[in-house]
């Protein structure tokens, strides 16, 4: 089965100060990759999606960037951090062709202080 | 604009009793929907599904049903058990399976014993 492994668990940062959070997957190849964000109150909002080693595209516009080095692995960036990116994020993938779910890692708690 | 909507931010039911969540839809294009949960601090977990070509999928307690005229599912958990208190998301999917999941806002479920 396909797992995601997402690290790390939780982060507290400065403003201003630069993020990377990374993103593995097992147990399957060219999956389709996502970062989402749940803030309090907000569901679970879409920021990237990447199909294949190389491929973003970015859903809102934003202090964030993505980037996918490697067909299992999955990067979220910023430069500079702001106070309104603290949330929750998640990295999910999934197998593409229709009827399939997307499988989801543990989460990242950041608070931007 | 919310594509995906769960009106009910919260719903709380006794132990034992039918729980009862909502979703509505706006796209008519969708033609696949989930059901997650989450639990604090962790990744969602898939729950169940249906695809438009169905109206009820049933796995164990958990029921979905679909509507298609009127752009509403529904998930039903029977009987309801202290565990089953999370958050709970609809999704939905275009008929493209490349395409990221929509997400709504999520229902907390408080199942009180």
């Known amino acids: 089965s396909q797992t995601i492994h997402q690290w790390p668990a939780t982060l507290v940062q400065p403003v201003g100060s630069p993020l990377s959070l990374e993103c593995t997957v097992e147990g399957t190849s060219n999956p389709n990759l996502y970062w989402y964000r749940q803030a309090a109150g907000r569901g679970l909002q879409l920021l990237f999606y990447?199909?294949?080693?190389?491929?973003i595209s970015s859903e809102v516009p934003q202090n964030l960037s993505a980037s996918r080095p490697q067909d299992r692995q999955f990067i979220l960036s910023s430069k500079k951090l702001l106070l309104s990116d603290s949330g929750f994020y998640l990295c999910?993938?999934?197998?593409?062709?229709?009827?399939?779910?997307?499988?989801f890692g543990q989460g990242t708690r950041l608070t931007v202080v | 604009d919310q594509q995906v909507k769960q009106n009910s931010p919260s719903l709380s039911v006794q132990e034992g009793r039918i729980s009862i969540l909502n979703c509505d839809y706006t796209?008519?294009?969708?033609?696949?929907f989930l059901w997650y949960k989450k639990y604090p601090a962790e990744g969602p977990t898939f729950l169940i599904s249906?695809?438009?070509?169905?109206d009820k999928n049933e796995d164990g307690r958990f029921t979905v049903f679909l509507n298609k005229s009127a752009k509403h599912l529904s998930l039903h958990i029977v009987p309801s058990q202290p565990g089953d208190s999370a958050v709970y998301f609809c999704a939905a999917r275009y008929p493209s399976g490349n395409t990221p999941l929509v997400f709504g806002k999520g229902t907390r479920l408080s199942v009180i014993a």
């Open positions: 999910a993938g999934s197998l593409g062709g229709r009827n399939t779910e997307a499988f």
């Open positions: 990447s199909v294949g080693i190389g491929q």
């Open positions: 249906i695809s438009s070509i169905k």
């Open positions: 796209n008519s294009m969708f033609d696949y």
